[in-house]
């Protein structure tokens, strides 16, 4: 004969603490009152079944852990996208610049190309340097380039349809130029010199002796003075900027007569763009 069952036994004992639970769940914490013990004691046993089921869960599908943003790589690429920006607006504010300069130096017809330099050297002598801009953006024989403004830097010397090569002043290879200095910014005569690549990155060259006011003195030009390209060498771009005297000497065979060396103010291993003057062109271009 079997043994009889007991009235409470342990499936019927854990079948009415999960009942209890689950009305727990669902009641207003205000009305559980008396009965609130009864259900921490279910949570305390029915505690380390959940917690297996959870690891279970997690094992086969990992919960995405919630980790706070990096608030300083957010704000040091916020940094980096503002200097990116500096940089964009510096860039096209100088090609800006190097318009309105450029264009207020000559009152004959020019056109004005800028171009990028995309071949060149670091040779402060002034090697060859590559533009992408030829005959298919209007430059033709004649036109020279300047940078920053009104600043010489050099002679277009061969043209393709959408290439140019720019022979630098200080080129060795360069022609010898005539420029005139003033002696004060009130001075409109000025000091005429035949200067020539030095070799070295500089254009060096002596000097015509001439004599100002009454009392016939030497006109003499002052080292930081700046050096501009005159009429005799290239008309449509007289005025534009050579450099500054870095240097004057004496000349051995007459004292009077000055021998300075100038040095252009923007070296060839730092040009990235160009503007390219065309004279007999009007307007702008790119």
Do not use: C
């Amino acid at each position: 004969m079997a043994a009889r069952t007991g009235l409470i036994t342990a499936n019927r004992l854990l079948a009415v603490m999960i009942g209890m639970a689950a009305v727990g769940a669902f009641t207003p914490a205000r009305l559980l009152g008396p009965i609130g013990h009864i259900a921490g004691v279910v949570e305390r046993l029915t505690a380390p079944i959940s917690a297996g089921s959870r690891a279970i869960a997690n094992a086969v599908m990992p919960a995405e852990t919630a980790e706070p943003p990096d608030t300083a790589a957010r704000i040091r690429e916020l940094e980096s996208l503002l200097r990116q920006r500096d940089l964009e607006i510096a860039d096209l504010t100088e090609r800006v610049a190097s318009f309105e300069a450029g264009a207020a130096v000559s009152s004959g017809a020019m056109r004005l190309v800028t171009a990028d330099v995309v071949a060149g050297s670091a040779d402060p002598r002034g090697s060859v340097l590559t533009i992408r801009a030829g005959t298919a953006d209007g430059i033709l024989p004649g036109s020279v380039a300047t940078v920053s403004g009104p600043n010489l830097l050099g002679y277009i010397e061969a043209i393709e349809p959408s290439l140019a090569r720019i022979l630098p002043l200080t080129d060795r290879n360069a022609p010898p130029i005539e420029v005139i200095v003033y002696s004060s910014s009130q001075d409109r005569v000025g000091v005429r010199f035949d200067v020539a690549p030095a070799g070295d990155g500089t254009l060096r060259g002596p000097g015509m002796f001439i004599t100002t006011g009454l009392d016939q003195q030497p006109a003499l030009v002052q080292v930081g003075a700046t050096a501009y390209l005159s009429e005799a060498s290239m008309k449509p771009h007289a005025g534009l900027e050579v450099g500054e005297i870095a240097a004057i000497d004496q000349d051995p065979e007459s004292p009077l007569r000055q021998i300075i060396t100038v040095r252009p103010r923007i070296s060839t291993a730092q040009v990235a763009s160009v503007v390219v003057r065309v004279p007999g062109a009007a307007g702008t271009d790119r």
